[in-house]
């Protein structure tokens, strides 16, 4: 069953707005990864929280004031990274800040916190969170200083335990162990995370590829639509006037024959604005008219800028269309005429919800009024399609340059 054939409007609002996060195109994997991430953190770090806090009560009963300084500086923040990471709102900082102040309290631990001899030999709950430590810093920092601190962390508790049990040989076989199970467990860690972080970065340029590929062709289908009305039109209209003109004899038909090629040059005119009611006319952003106006200019090679003001708004879809339309024979008009000397593109968005769009250049200019009637770069494609749409054109030549301005307001 061939595929239905899509209308310029529907075309149009089919390609998805690169200034956009809201679309169904625009769900990036990469936040759905660190979301993803944020929360198997989460759970994982409560557990060795709640796992650590069993031993730390009990030992503070026999400890100094500095053990339950160092148990307070190091729950709080890391409370906060756990509420962080479940909302998905300052993740970063929260658990950047976790990160340092364990570090912290950790390298203070054998100086603050003096502990009886009978609990000197089991291993503190500060232990239990080393590679929350760890994971912390994976959401935190960039990827080299992540490894870094897979790395030096482990190396330090190694030494506050060692420090601990005054560098007794006990000491150092267990310490030893525990430093290479967290090591290992640190880097393994981190290399995940590194790794989903790569493939989530992966779909989402293969995406972003998909996504302008298809706006490309969306596009190419738009136009080549517009074309075969324009071609249609052509034969049934223009050429048909063509055809009474030359076969008029008397006074009366020709003057029918003019009426004909008047009204076909009317029609020509006014076909976008016939075309643009087809489809549905959803709201277009700012930022999509600018990627079509950059890509009109990309296609000419024309080494030139699209400016973009005011805050960006949203114009129905048809007016959207002949903006774009009417500019690019704006930009086309200067590339040909002017050979593109001093072209300038603004884009900008009103406070009234309107919209208006000037194509600049500082070519020799042209009279207006000179231009003959069958010419319809300017009559058809700039002030008619402007028109269909309840927008003005006003166009300013003189011999220091040529100002096209396409203004739309709501009414």
Same mark, same amino acid.
């Given at each position: 069953?061939?595929? +239905?054939?899509?209308?310029?409007?529907?075309?149009?609002?089919?390609?998805?707005?690169?200034?956009?996060? !809201?679309?169904?195109?625009?769900?990036?994997?990469?936040?759905?990864?660190?979301?993803?991430?944020?929360?198997?953190?989460?759970?994982?770090?409560?557990?060795?929280?709640?796992?650590?806090?069993?031993?730390?009560?009990?030992?503070?009963?026999?400890?100094?004031?500095?053990?339950?300084?160092?148990?307070?500086?190091?729950?709080?923040?890391?409370?906060?990274?756990?509420?962080?990471?479940?909302?998905?709102?300052?993740?970063?900082?929260?658990?950047?800040?976790?990160?340092?102040?364990?570090?912290?309290?950790?390298?203070?631990?054998?100086?603050?916190?003096?502990?009886?001899?009978?609990? &000197?030999?089991?291993?503190?709950?500060?232990? #239990?969170?080393?590679?929350?430590?760890?994971?912390?810093?994976?959401?935190?920092?960039?990827?080299?200083?992540?490894?870094?601190?897979?790395?030096?962390?482990?190396?330090?508790?190694?030494?506050?335990?060692?420090?601990?049990?005054?560098?007794?040989?006990?000491?150092?076989?267990?310490?030893?162990?525990?430093?290479?199970?967290?090591?290992?467990?640190?880097?393994?860690?981190?290399?995940?995370?590194?790794?989903?972080?790569?493939?989530?970065?992966?779909?989402?340029?293969?995406?972003?590829?998909?996504? @302008?590929? #298809? &706006?490309?062709?969306?596009?190419?289908?738009? @136009?080549? !639509?517009?074309?075969?009305?324009?071609?249609?039109?052509?034969?049934?209209?223009?050429? &048909?006037?063509?055809?009474?003109?030359?076969?008029?004899?008397?006074?009366?038909?020709?003057?029918?024959?003019?009426?004909?090629?008047?009204?076909?040059?009317?029609?020509?005119?006014?076909?976008?604005?016939?075309?643009?009611?087809? /489809?549905?006319?959803?709201?277009?952003?700012?930022?999509?008219?600018?990627?079509?106006?950059?890509?009109?200019?990309? +296609?000419? /090679?024309?080494?030139?800028?699209?400016?973009?003001?005011?805050?960006?708004?949203?114009?129905?879809?048809?007016?959207?269309?002949?903006?774009?339309? %009417?500019?690019?024979? &704006?930009?086309?008009?200067?590339?040909?005429?002017?050979?593109?000397?001093?072209?300038?593109?603004?884009?900008?968005?009103?406070?009234?919800?309107?919209?208006?769009?000037?194509?600049?250049?500082?070519?020799?200019?042209?009279?207006?009024?000179?231009?003959? %009637?069958?010419?319809?770069?300017?009559?058809?494609?700039?002030?008619?399609?402007?028109?269909?749409?309840?927008?003005?054109?006003?166009?300013?030549?003189?011999?220091?340059?040529?100002?096209?301005?396409?203004?739309?307001?709501?009414?």
């Amino acid at each position: 069953m061939p595929a +239905e054939s899509l209308s310029i409007r529907e075309a149009w609002n089919l390609i998805p707005s690169p200034g956009s996060t !809201e679309t169904e195109f625009e769900r990036f994997t990469g936040k759905r990864m660190e979301r993803i991430l944020a929360i198997v953190v989460a759970i994982g770090s409560a557990v060795l929280g709640v796992q650590a806090l069993f031993f730390a009560i009990p030992s503070m009963a026999d400890a100094n004031i500095g053990h339950a300084i160092i148990v307070g500086a190091v729950y709080v923040p890391f409370a906060a990274m756990l509420v962080c990471c479940l909302i998905g709102r300052g993740v970063r900082a929260a658990s950047g800040v976790f990160a340092v102040v364990y570090v912290l309290a950790l390298a203070v631990w054998p100086n603050v916190v003096t502990i009886g001899d009978g609990l &000197a030999a089991e291993q503190p709950w500060i232990f #239990y969170f080393v590679n929350v430590g760890v994971v912390a810093a994976m959401l935190a920092f960039p990827v080299r200083v992540q490894y870094a601190w897979a790395v030096a962390v482990p190396f330090v508790y190694g030494y506050v335990r060692l420090v601990q049990g005054e560098f007794s040989r006990d000491f150092w076989v267990r310490t030893a162990f525990d430093v290479s199970f967290t090591l290992i467990l640190g880097i393994v860690i981190i290399s995940l995370g590194w790794m989903f972080r790569s493939v989530a970065s992966g779909v989402d340029d293969a995406r972003g590829h998909a996504v @302008a590929s #298809y &706006a490309a062709a969306a596009a190419a289908a738009a @136009a080549e !639509e517009e074309r075969v009305a324009m071609s249609a039109l052509m034969h049934d209209s223009v050429l &048909a006037a063509l055809i009474a003109a030359e076969r008029a004899e008397s006074d009366r038909a020709k003057e029918l024959a003019v009426a004909m090629a008047r009204e076909a040059l009317t029609r020509l005119a006014n076909t976008e604005a016939a075309v643009a009611q087809e /489809g549905s006319d959803e709201p277009v952003g700012l930022t999509q008219i600018v990627t079509e106006l950059r890509r009109a200019l990309s +296609e000419l /090679g024309v080494d030139a800028i699209v400016e973009e003001r005011g805050v960006p708004g949203m114009i129905p879809g048809r007016v959207a269309r002949a903006l774009v339309l %009417a500019s690019r024979q &704006a930009i086309g008009n200067a590339v040909t005429h002017a050979g593109g000397r001093g072209l300038h593109v603004v884009a900008e968005c009103a406070d009234d919800d309107g919209i208006q769009v000037t194509v600049s250049d500082s070519g020799t200019g042209f009279d207006l009024e000179a231009i003959g %009637a069958d010419r319809l770069g300017i009559r058809a494609s700039i002030l008619a399609r402007m028109a269909g749409v309840a927008g003005t054109a006003h166009i300013d030549s003189n011999p220091r340059g040529t100002i096209v301005t396409l203004s739309w307001s709501p009414a």
